[in-house]
């Protein structure tokens, strides 16, 4: 689990080929090693654009991912470039502290910047995604876009709208978005539950 905090920017350093999948090597900010050898990483998770991926690899700051078909096809991880900046979070630690909320790193789609609106060193960014993903977005509720948890402003039946604050803009990569970006998309696990509970609902209410 992940709280969509976002620890660090990492730089993409090669990207592989392996059939319907890719090998993603990160290069990660030093801290990322403190406290153990590159080695013990290995099988880890970390939330790179909000997409959870396993260590495959490490060889001092540099990591290594794959993803599968299905992960590059429903995020914006298949349309990276060697050099792209990417934000990382690793998984939650326990007795960590829940700063942000539920976020998964199961990224539910993509959605596209629609508009910046820049408010002197703050900005109100406006995104347009699935109507199905709206559906389960409420305003002040919680969003995560590229594995940052953010705080839905508005929200209409195909957009969103977020205010970011100067650190957000600064420690990550919405900072360097720009309309019609794609961005990955996860919305509330606990919206997800409940649709779900509704749609199995009787009119009297009882659960089928």
Known sequence: MFTG????????RSLTEEGDAKRLVVEVPPAFLEGASSNNWL????AINGCCLTVVAANGVLWSFQAGYETLAKTNLGRLNVGDAVNLERAMPADGRFGGHIVQGHVDGVGRVAAIDARSEFA???FEVPTALAAQMVEKG???VDGISLTLVR???TTFRVMLIPH????TTLGRRKVGDEVNI??????KYVAKLLAFATPSGASQ
């Not at 099988?43 to 970390?46: K, Q």
């Open 5 to 12: 905090l976002v620890e660090a920017l990492g730089t993409v």
């Open 43 to 46: 099988g880890d998770s970390v």
């Open 155 to 157: 929200v209409t039946a």
């Open 124 to 126: 109100d960014y406006t």
């Open 168 to 171: 957000t803009l600064a420690v």
């Open 142 to 144: 919680s969003v995560a």
């Open 186 to 191: 996860e919305t509330d696990v606990l919206a």
